[in-house]
């Protein structure tokens, strides 16, 4: 790659409110790996819980305030499969919807320019020894957003085997949803509960101390509920494991 | 577009006199094409909406423990099935891609190709009815049969005949209705109603089914148990008589080939192969999206079909008919096309695709919102995520406004769909049109609307956004306890309070990114 790769990180509004920590590793890894990252104060959110409770028509100003903030950037990078599924496959529809075909096609461009953290490291950078340390057990939940919008595969796991003494345990069935699905949780919370459920039961049966995701959503959810049960089982931020290093090791949250 | 009930064919009295029958083999399908009437599945018929919300419904069925256990235990098996089938096949994706292809098609020259199987059902000697929803084809249907003398019918399992509540509607008119599918028997002999496309009694297990024949089958072995197959042959002993005495069957339909007539039953047990060739007369009813173009296409779904519904390569009874013929079969064969809502459906263009399913059911089997609220928390016949977009677009939104949100979009339906239906993408359509129906007819919005169209202003400019996040962070002192438990909020008042129901919130942390940025790296992008 020619000079050093200039990345705008889309932060997400969940991460910048509510896990500063998320947005932090990002930038501390992407740099550590060389790139400029640039921060474009301007951003705010990219509309996805407007668009899957049904808000469109208010999703629409977000999604041309997304395309404007982000356009001038050849990469944008997000720790969050779900709003890179957003804007990979709802900005365009949105803008459709009302009309604004122009808009769509300034945001499909955008849309390909747009990458979740893990695609960017290994199918960008080429890398998946990020040099981290994290002397920690994991289990890894795969999001269903990664997993079936993005089509992530395996190259979270890729990069987490690279971590220096990281050890990883496979998660019985994860590729299920862990129940999260926005205002599904709230709408239909005894269903999203039962899921919940599951979900931990299968992240106990690991032994691990971490369950990481790339999703500040799904571990808010997951970790919500292992924490209410005080299982001692803690959820962390992919970003935050490919951060840590001997000499800077991830905070324990 | 609608599409408009008429009768034709051979020796068909024409009902309804202001319709003028078109002539057979010329094909005029504007007349009934191009109707911009968007007309939904009537209220009051049939089984296409519940009576509570899915999450009231759900909430019973979560808190049964052997019907979650049921319910685990049976999709977790065919799942498994059905996984290990389609990874034998190595050209999987592309007979996907075919699948989705042929039934776009399909959808996009529809009126022409019925008009098609029309008079090429005709010319073999069938007769076609046009039924424009449940009501006329309960009564054609019921009409029918009451021409042929008969008081008795034996059924091929049929969703369109449970969307219509055609049992009901023949019962109403003295008519007893037979299921032959076991598994449709033991939904009938219960009183009850199916909860899964493919195995309607999903939600039974093996006790329950023995306890149900014990009690209501006539003559039964009083030592029956419940072994699978001393049920099967219990079920079996008992139908076994009406396959010979009935005059008439009742089936639906699977395939319908436009450019021979001929029409497919597919199925594992035998019952139907009976049904179809036993009786004198036969009466199809068919959704009109089932229709593939050329006999040549079969040759997909009847790949895709076995493997995605039953986990089986090849389905035992593949059953296919073209017409009459004179000393082997029916010697009188009906063929109902059902709309009931389906061209409202095919009207809109980011919904259309729905009526590309094939009802296989794999989307039910592989949900994680099915595996645990079961079938009967849809409220319709079609449960599962294919339920969740079919009946609010059948019924029209709000008479199913609950089921689009049933969902997480986890996409697990949409992987597995054997002709593509990106069902996440329309169950988020239909919560726009949803919303924008509520914008509509409400005077006053409701809370969510108010407080998605606030979150939008705010979010719509960065330093309205930022004050905002400082204003959150007021929520620090949110429910703070005394426990040193200060990362988390164990409980949130209004609508939030779900949310802490069952899982802390975290606290809001002291500094936002946006702020940590400003001040480490001083100047803002
Ligand atoms: S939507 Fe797809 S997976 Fe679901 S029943 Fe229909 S064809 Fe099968």
Known sequence: MAGRPRVALLVTCLADTLFPDVGKASVAVLERLGCEVVFPAAQTCCGQ????????????????????TFEGFDAVVAPSGSCVGSVRHQHAIVARRFGDEALAQRAEGLAARTYELSEYLVDVLGVTDVGASYPHTVTYHPTCHSLRMLGVGDKPLALLRAVHGLQLVELPAAEECCGFGGTFAVKNADTSTAMLADKMSAVLTTGAEVCAASDSSCLMHIGGGLSRLKTGVRTVHLAEI????DDVPAGVA | MS???????????????????QERGKVVPQGRTLLPVVVHAPRGVGHLRGDESFPDAARGALADTQLRRNLGHATATIRDKRAKVVGEVDDWEALRTAGKAIK?????????????LEANVTAAGGVVHWARDATEANQIVTRLVAETGSREVVKVKSMATQEIALNEALADAGIEAFETDLAELIVQLGDDKPSHILVPAIHKNRAEIRELFARTLPGVDPELTDDPAALAGAARQHLRERFLTAKVGISGANFAVADTGTLSVVESEGNGRMCLTLPETLITVMGIEKLVPTWQDLEVFLQLLPRSSTGERMNPYTSLWTGVH??????????????????????????????????????????????RAGGHAYGSVYPGPIGAILSPQLTGIEDNASL?????????CYEVCPVKIDIPSILVHLRAEHVEAQRETRRVPTAEAISMAAASWTMADASR????????????????????????IRSLPGPLAAWTAARDAPRPPAETFRQWWARDRGADT
Request: proline share 6%.
């Open chain 1, 49 to 68: 819980a407007h668009i899957n409770t049904g808000y469109q028509r208010d999703a629409l100003p977000l999604v041309r305030g997304f395309v404007e």
């Open chain 1, 242 to 245: 490919l951060a840590s290093t």
């Open chain 2, 3 to 21: 599409v408009a009930p008429q009768e034709r064919g051979k020796g068909a009295p024409q009902e309804r006199g202001k319709r003028a029958p």
């Open chain 2, 104 to 116: 776009d098609h399909t959808m996009a020259r529809l009126p022409e190709l019925l008009t098609q």
């Open chain 2, 326 to 371: 004179e000393g082997d079969g029916p010697q009188s064969f009906h063929l109902v096309l059902l709309d009931n809502g389906r061209t409202a459906v095919l009207a809109d263009e980011a919904g259309r695709e729905t009526l590309n399913c094939i009802r296989c059911s794999a989307c039910l089997n592989v949900c994680p919102v099915y595996e």
């Open chain 2, 404 to 412: 689009p949100y049933a969902s997480t979009l986890c996409g697990a």
């Open chain 2, 465 to 488: 956004w930022e004050k905002a996040q400082t204003a959150s962070r007021a929520g620090r002192l949110l429910g703070r306890r005394r426990d040193k438990d200060a990362g988390r």
